[in-house]
């Protein structure tokens, strides 16, 4: 793998805690797109965010039942935002609110990989490496479609050989890991465990070891460990002023005349088996954030930018039993930017009445998601369809990259 | 050098220690430039080793020089106490905080009867029906931890991170506190403040990339049988790679031994 450190002085402009993963080969693709000088931000929700909550289609019939106290509705508890007349938006995303309705957000919704089951890991490793099936973890898509793509002028010649070695706690996301040199910066100090984590433990050690139980229970009461739901360590990537703070520095760098012109991002605790409102609140107040941080920061250069937010599935239609919802198949994605024509949620709508979903509980999808990226590629980057699917999203010859996603 | 113990049968006065001190004057270490032979070898300054008898636990040591304080050494190294002290301190670290009095009893009738022979007292503790209850009852030790973290993730961070992380947890490297050394255990070590520092610790070493690892697999391979459905389950319901192989390193069966 090569990825180097970022020099001090991008550790300082960076700022934030967290990590950020972009290309340090950064080609300047004038000739992509009618002279363009392009920005394409790819955003991991790790965990499978709900779809069905974040933009949820209160128009359907069956939601509301499905969904039951978590379900939203447009003024009644929960209040969403309102997108078109048949999907709203959660609440605590009122930016991207804003850019759906000047045309420069998009939601893709009822989509999925190649990807069936129900691991997160495998799950995310094809989400990430873009091949049909787990297993391929070595390279992922957004590094492979560096490599195909029109060489330009590289913008930021010799930052791959300036540093050296890995920081510890540095963990590039597999989407963005390959053979194209990438920049990485990650903070020199412990990540801080994340609430999540120590909640899983409690659950854990609950059932096996009373000792180990007791100990992280006075942990937490003492404010030693991070725990409860969203809680998260300060700046990590699944805490929102961390996405914020993420996003505001890949934006950064992105913005400058010779910085790189594709990144990857990984935001983390999406996986709301329990008491999902409030934890969604939190992290798509994030995710919200990161969207206005990268319309504020990339400044002049938003107009050429998309920024994509993916999960390696959907989740269940139906609420489960601790007001949360369990692994499922159909999910939502987010594109958000000055170049992404906007202002709709594309959706072939596979219906939620119960002969209606996949396996009697799941979203079904109809929309593959490489078909958008691969839109996104080829329109906004000029990648080639006939090597898209071929070298970055292996076997999906037969997906065709969808039409019409770029201003 | 006494070995301490609460056995009521056997107890030792600031006499005994101050006797102790006079016998071994003279006892020193050979630097460089000074008459004694190789820096860092024992030597022993006969000028500098205060004449006369004293005595030790009831024991009076004529004066020969450095003889007497073997002599002292010899005794102490076969006195019951010893046999127990040593006894308990084996079974203790292997077996359970609180061995059963007949294993202990049987291993320091070991020591006694070998006069001293420790590989044949690790036979009777193998021996033993207790070494082998496959039930984890102690932690592992902030060093013994990081060790196992280590070999079970194949990282090799740098040595100073290694120091920096056993100085976090609690068990500088080599440089205990008092002179009786680290405890072994399990109140010793079973702090929140310990567990906050072993989450983070879990948490750094799983995020070190390149994160290849498969914590399914990774989980069956290093725990083997002891790998029970609750970790397996959480393990496999993880929301990361990075979150399950902490899971892992955090499980009970990880922590314990």
């Known amino acids: ?407 | 050098m006494l070995p301490r113990s609460s056995q009521t049968y056997w107890r030792y006065t600031q006499r005994d220690v101050t006797s102790f001190a006079r016998i071994i004057t003279g006892w020193t270490v050979a630097r460089p430039g000074n008459r004694f032979g190789i820096p860092g070898n024992f030597a022993f300054n006969e000028n500098a080793h205060e004449p006369g008898a004293h005595a030790v636990l009831g024991v009076t040591y004529q004066n020969n020089g450095i003889s007497q304080g073997r002599a002292v050494l010899r005794d102490l190294a076969h006195h019951p106490a010893t046999a127990h002290h040593i006894a308990l301190k084996l079974a203790r670290y292997f077996v359970t905080d609180t061995p059963p009095p007949r294993l202990v009893a049987n291993m320091a009738a070991t020591y006694t009867r070998t006069r001293g022979d420790l590989s044949a007292v690790y036979q009777t503790l193998i021996g033993s029906d207790e070494a082998w209850d496959p039930k984890l009852v102690k932690i592992r030790s902030p060093l013994e931890y990081l060790v196992a973290l280590l070999r079970a993730s194949g990282e090799r961070p740098k040595p100073n991170l290694i120091v920096g992380v056993l100085n976090a947890m609690g068990q500088p490297l080599w440089n205990p506190s008092g002179p009786n050394g680290f405890s072994d255990t399990v109140d010793a070590w079973a702090s929140s403040e310990g567990l906050a520092t072993r989450i983070d610790v879990a948490n750094m070493v799983a995020n070190m990339p390149p994160g290849r690892v498969d914590p399914r697999r990774f989980a069956s391979d290093t725990l083997g049988a002891l790998l029970s459905p609750d970790t397996e389950h959480a393990i496999s319901r993880a929301e990361t790679k990075a979150q399950a192989v902490s899971i892992a390193f955090l499980s009970p069966e990880f922590q314990r031994r």
């Open chain 1, 1 to 407: 793998m090569a990825y180097n450190i970022a020099s001090p002085s991008r550790r300082a402009l960076l700022g934030g805690a967290g990590a950020l993963f972009s290309s340090a080969f950064m080609p300047r693709f004038a000739q992509a797109a009618g002279g363009r000088d392009p920005r394409f931000v790819v955003i991991i929700l790790r965990g499978a965010l709900d779809g069905l909550t974040a933009v949820p289609p209160i128009g359907d019939p069956s939601y509301k039942e499905l969904r039951q106290s978590i379900a939203l509705t447009t003024n009644g508890p929960n209040p969403a935002l309102k997108l078109d007349g048949f999907f709203a938006l959660d609440s605590s995303m009122p930016n991207f609110a804003r850019l759906y309705h000047a045309n420069q957000a998009a939601v893709v919704h009822a989509c999925a990989t190649a990807y069936r089951d129900r691991s997160h890991f495998d799950g995310q490793d094809v989400l990430e490496s873009g091949y049909p099936g787990p297993g391929h973890t070595e390279t992922g898509w957004l590094n492979r479609l560096l490599l195909t793509l029109p060489k330009g002028e590289h913008v930021m010649p010799g930052a791959a050989s300036t540093t050296s070695g890995l920081a510890i706690g540095a963990n590039a996301p597999l989407v963005i890991r390959g053979k194209a040199p990438v920049l990485g910066w990650a903070p020199a100090t412990l990540k801080p465990a994340s609430g999540e984590l120590s909640q899983r433990l409690m659950d854990l050690y609950s059932h096996t070891d009373p000792l180990f139980a007791r100990l992280l229970t006075e942990g937490i009461a003492t404010g030693k460990i991070a725990s409860g739901l969203g809680v998260k360590g300060r700046g990590s990537p699944g805490d929102p002023n961390g996405m914020e703070q993420l996003a505001t520095g890949a934006a950064r760098l992105l913005a400058q005349p010779d910085g790189p012109r594709i990144a990857a991002l990984a935001f983390e605790g999406w996986d709301t088996h329990a008491q999902e409102i409030g934890r969604l609140t939190r992290l798509l107040t994030g995710l919200d954030n990161s969207f206005a941080a990268f319309e504020r920061e990339l400044g002049p250069a938003w107009k050429d930018t998309v920024v994509v937010a993916i999960t390696e599935f959907g989740r269940t239609a139906r609420i489960n039993g601790t007001q949360g919802t369990d692994h499922g198949t159909g999910a939502a994605m987010f594109l958000a930017g000055g170049a992404v024509r906007g202002g709709r949620v594309i959706a072939d709508w596979p219906g939620l009445r119960q002969s209606q979903l996949r396996d009697g509980r799941d979203l079904a999808a109809t929309t593959d998601m490489r078909a958008i990226l691969k839109g996104v590629a080829v329109d906004l980057l000029g990648g080639s369809p006939a090597v898209l699917g071929r070298d970055v999203f292996p076997g999906s010859e037969a997906v065709a990259p969808m039409k019409g996603l770029i201003v």
